[in-house]
């Protein structure tokens, strides 16, 4: 199964971007997806995630309100739409998925990730 993420950049803060992960090798809707970001000198944590299907979706607190994930499965792509960017919001952004069990915020319970994408926004 492999991932590809893109879409990240430099955006001023208050502005938006719209990442995206493609998966391939495997059957998408099988997976829960989710996004993770991990800045400069910080541990990697959870931002988002959705269900297989995408009726149910999670968001951590510091982005509720905020970003938005989503999925279309006939493209085999999971979003995560980013609105009134944050500087606190600059780092690399991975997607990951897990094909057992409830949709996690923990890492380590993703199967496989992709290979991430840089945000970085200006102050």
């Known amino acids: 199964v492999q991932l590809q993420a893109s879409g990240g950049g430099l955006v001023q803060a208050g502005g938006s971007l719209r990442l995206s992960c493609v998966v391939s090798g495997s059957s998408f809707s099988r997976y829960h997806m989710a996004w993770f970001r991990q800045a400069p000198g910080k541990e990697r944590e959870y931002v988002a995630a959705?269900?297989?299907?995408?009726?149910?979706?999670y968001y951590a607190d510091s982005v509720k309100g905020r970003f938005t994930i989503s999925r279309d499965n006939a493209k085999n792509t999971v979003y995560l739409q980013c609105d009134s960017l944050e500087p606190e919001d600059t780092a690399v952004y991975y997607c990951?998925?897990?094909?057992?069990?409830?949709?996690?915020?923990?890492?380590?319970?993703?199967?496989?990730w992709g290979q991430g994408t840089l945000v970085t926004v200006s102050s």
């Open positions: 959705i269900s297989r299907g995408g009726g149910s979706t």
């Open positions: 990951a998925a897990r094909e057992r069990g409830p949709y996690s915020t923990r890492a380590y319970e993703y199967d496989y």
